[in-house]
């Protein structure tokens, strides 16, 4: 009898652990800002995985700028990217840099980044920076950036995203490997201009009315273009 009772003490207890290590692993959701004051304050606060959901407004200043992850996770609007503005009020910073090797599973979704000058002025994206980080960026909307909408040198997924107005909308430079899948760009400076050994990839997209270097399109010989 003891036995028995040893061994089913010692299957529940490999149960129990079992449910604790599946429980202490699953995603949190940071609310921002009810939970954190700022959208940099829940990234910080959050592991890989986690979602940082950030309710409907404008957000500027210190900690909701220049936003950095640092880990993959997903930052998400909860009202889409017309009610969600990351607004960097002409600042030499971008709206979002990746510049810490993130990869696709880091996901911006459903945010207006507006008014970025980038780092130096023009130099870098002042909308979003993808230094080194390869992100998911999807659904949102890029515009009125002086710094140009969004500065490439890596391997990020865009789509499904507006970008109108900008001093320049898509650069992509070095070995700059980024997919831009139903976009629209229009308006502003360049739509995408592909530098150095770059090899984008560009599907479903409309590009229209830019102007000035690059026009529409500039490609680097590798540059994919469908539809």
């Known amino acids: 009898m003891r036995s028995i009772l040893h061994v089913k003490i010692s299957w529940f207890l490999a149960a129990l652990c079992l449910i604790i290590l599946s429980t202490s692993g699953a995603a949190a959701t940071r609310l921002v800002p009810s939970q954190y004051p700022t959208i940099q304050a829940g990234l910080d606060a959050s592991a890989a995985g986690d979602i940082v959901l950030v309710a409907a407004g404008t957000y500027t200043g210190a900690g909701n700028v220049g936003l950095m992850y640092r880990k993959d996770l997903v930052l998400r609007s909860e009202s889409g990217p017309e009610q969600t503005v990351i607004d960097v009020e002409d600042s030499e910073t971008a709206g979002v840099l ?4 993130e990869t696709r599973s880091a996901i911006l979704d459903g945010f207006t980044v507006r008014r970025g000058l980038g780092s130096g002025g023009t130099v870098g994206g002042g909308g979003i920076s993808c ?9 949102c909307i890029l515009r009125d950036n002086d710094g140009g909408a ?3 040198s890596s391997s990020p997924l865009i789509r499904e995203c507006l970008i ?3 001093a320049f909308g898509i650069v992509v430079e070095g070995n700059g490997w980024p997919e831009v899948v139903s976009c629209t760009i229009r308006g502003g400076g360049n739509g995408i201009a592909c530098w150095d050994e770059s090899r984008p990839t560009i599907h479903n997209c409309l590009i229209n009315g830019n102007y000035g270097w690059g026009v529409g399109l500039l490609g680097a010989p590798e540059t994919e273009v469908v539809n």
Do not use: L, M, R, V
């Open 131 to 139: 230094f080194s980080g390869s992100p998911t960026i999807t659904n």
């Open 98 to 101: 990746f510049w810490n090797a």
């Open 150 to 152: 969004i500065w490439i």
């Open 164 to 166: 109108e107005d900008n």
